[in-house]
């Protein structure tokens, strides 16, 4: 038998943002096709008309995009397997539909959902299934007839899928194993719905998946319980030989643990659940996105991989093709990863540190002149070189580091208290008259100069170094003293130190 060509698909539902474990989903689906040279596909699960959400969709491929996964083939990539859209492979799907039903294998229920919740309360844990359907109103129990007779008098239906009782199915995942699941605790899940003339996902993702061509389906842990069903569906198609490995990856937690990852655990603990910033259309609420809260895609991508993976050895920081040559679903875990969003910090200020200063300079720029300030491209560079390493995004420089833009107007009181001494502004004076005679003002040779000085007057250091951190910044944070001067230059760095003097001796 030949080797079948690697070929996986990302399948979200257009209902709303894409959620973070729905991109580590995609991510994995990725690495794996990459690694082995395989395809990827993007198909639009939009079977639930009731759910869907204008927008989202776009907003599914920009959050990708953004992320660098991508798509051999799928909606808005083109290919030969399409239409891609699940909405609009109706005539396809009723084919299958028919198939089932013509065979036995499925049924048409014409049951009320008034009907089903008056069985629910009549029944404890009422399902559809073998033990109940004989009670119900399906094919199973009407004629032919009355069968026809409901369908042509606009009776809605839907199919159910005829599952029979106590048969142990095997689903062979390749993360977790053989998992045998007993028939008799499914349900006839429903597989087509004639309100909309569209089938479930149980049924259109069988379909799809065998259409398509896929060979590995690497989706979320919430969909083994469907497992068992795929399975059958498989077999009554007859398509066991072509049917696609499964593997179901852990869920996504809490910070702490204790459940599955939400938004909610986002807005509480303060960091972003979904790629990108969502406007929802329906509420107007905004939530916010990894892309607009400053992250780095690699460093997302980065994050994102080693949450219920690892590379079998200590090593942390990956790129895309370091991931891609050490990706292995035998190596993702089979119990929830917490969601450790200190660690996702962590990495985008370990990628901030690796771009020069003026690809840093150029994204915060912008935000110098969103203040109103005038400067040069150069000068944000000479600053960001100075000030990135004590951040993690590049929107905290602005709080971190404005006095290199703005001259403070006031000091800080308990700065000025503990660091400003009763012969403070004597010494500046002094330091003033060596910072104006200092040629070249460089960092190493003034630093040098000003300290052989203090030195030799028999000044305290830490003085007066404290005060001169008071009278150039207005509080006691920033780089060296002499790092700051330069920067400044020295007709700035000694107008500063003047008006400290003035209004606080």
Known sequence: MTQRKVRVRFAPSPTGALHIGGVRTALYNYLFARQNGGDMILRIEDTDSQRFVPGAEDYIIEALTWLGIKFDEGVSFGGNYGPYRQSERREIYKKYVDQLLNDGHAYIAFDTPAELEEKRKEIANFQYDASTRSQMRNS???SPEEVQSLIESGHQYVVRAKIEPNEDIHVNDLIRGEVVINSSILDDKVLYKSADQLPTYHLANIVDDHLMEVTHVIRGEEWL??????????RFFGWEDTMPSFAHLSLLLK?????????????????PVFPLEWHDPKTGDVSSGYRESGY????????????????????????????????DLSRCSKSGAKFDYEKGRWFNHHYLLEKSNTEIADLFLPIVESHGIQTTHAYVEKVVGMMKGRVNFVSELWDLCSFFFIAPTEYDEKTRKKRWKEDSAVQLGEFIEQLRAREPFDVEGTENECKA??????????????????????EGKGPGIFDITEALGKEESIRRIQRAIEILK
Do not use: C
């Open 453 to 474: 000085w203090i030195e030799s007057k028999g000044y305290h250091l830490g003085n007066i170094m404290n005060a001169a951190r008071l009278a150039l910044v207005g």
């Open 225 to 234: 319980p469907s497992a068992p069903l795929h399975v059958l569906l498989y």
């Open 255 to 271: 910070p702490e643990g204790n459940g599955k990852l939400s938004k909610r655990d986002g807005d509480r603990l303060g960091f």
């Open 296 to 327: 780095f895609p690699e460093a997302v991508v980065n994050f994102l991989a080693l949450l219920g993976w690892n590379p079998g050895n200590d090593q942390e920081v990956m790129s895309m093709d370091d991931l891609i040559r050490l990706f």
């Open 140 to 142: 199973l129990t009407l």
